[in-house]
């Protein structure tokens, strides 16, 4: 009998990224000097004061055994600190706080604990896949709040249908944003969480990308009075602490909502390795260390390498306050495929073309951050050569 993937699946858009892929793999095959602009990932090494606190935590044989569910408090209560110095937000750890296998864990499942068959779940475009998949996973109705160059990439909350605003169960937000690293205003927080209370649903704020800024620090979405009653915000040490490979990260929030969220992972995981909690409790009670702090330097020099070099070609880039992504509005005439296409076969520059994250991303391309400031002048050299 032919495998058929479960409806499920099937019921995501397609990957369009296939097509790039490819086209990468044949350039690196071919023996051109590819330089990818592709990918999230920190290319600096995780800091050697969390590696070390993980050497010792490996040695340790309570640690070989099965985790706690719900994360070790040591990790917790320092999460909580975290949350108190760094946004002002006062955390119950018991009740409000539990650790993630990454936020991407923690997405995925989410919805599972919050969404029933049917109900509304506003995503908004472009976006992280994720929401989207998860959404659909747990048989939520996706309905998409595009965010605009002109609106700042925030999502116009009046313009959702009431009908759909009391049928949806699910907000996601994601500030600072992937892919367009914009950062939110404290007034579209409240905003948003009044949206919520009015009607009834819950938000999960993603906020992976909150310490990986240049100028003004991001604000939670648990700052604004009333927020816990409908509010779960998410956190990664992925980027912070360039330790996306460790997969650790925590949810804080509404008490009933990190219950539920833990009552899915206590049938789908059994936590994280305690060792890697031990380390990421280090980790959190320096995150101003030197060794963490600097990279935003590098990533400042390169960010503004890129986006003087994009401007100068004729890309539209406006300066991201967050993230390590430019977001480029393409020449005219050009869809994102068709760009990222040029680019790889002309300059083998790797772009992301916009359209992965959902249609309103069709007229623009993400660049990251996490190649060397050398390099990156030499993509924007060869994509000057480029007679766009
Ligand atoms: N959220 C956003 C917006 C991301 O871009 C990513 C990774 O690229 C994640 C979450 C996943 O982060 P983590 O490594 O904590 O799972």
Redesign the pocket.
Known sequence: MPFEPADRLQALPPYLFIEIDRKRREAIAAGKDVINLGV?DPDFPTPKFIRKRMAVALDDPRNHRYPFDEGVPEFREQAAKFMKQRFGVEVAWQRELIT?I????G?GHLPLAVVNPGDHVLVPQP??P?YQAASIFAGGVPYHMPLTEANGWLPDLSAIPSNVARSASLMFL?YP??PTGACATIELFTEAVEFARANDLVIVH?A??SELYFDQRPNSILEPPGAKDVCVE?H????TFNM?GW???WAVGNTDVIAALAGIKSNMDSGQFNAIQQAGTEALAHADHVEVKGCLDVYRERRNVLVDGLNKIGFGVTRPEATFYVWARCPEGYTSMELAGRALDEASVVLIPGIGFGEPGDRYVRAALTVEADRIAEAVKRLAAIDW
Request: charged share 20%; hydrophobic share 30%; proline share 0%.
């Open positions: 999230g993630l990454g936020t991407k864990e997405l976006a992280y994720v994601n944003n992937n993603d992976a990308y998410l990664s040490l992925s980027k996306t997969r650790i990260g």
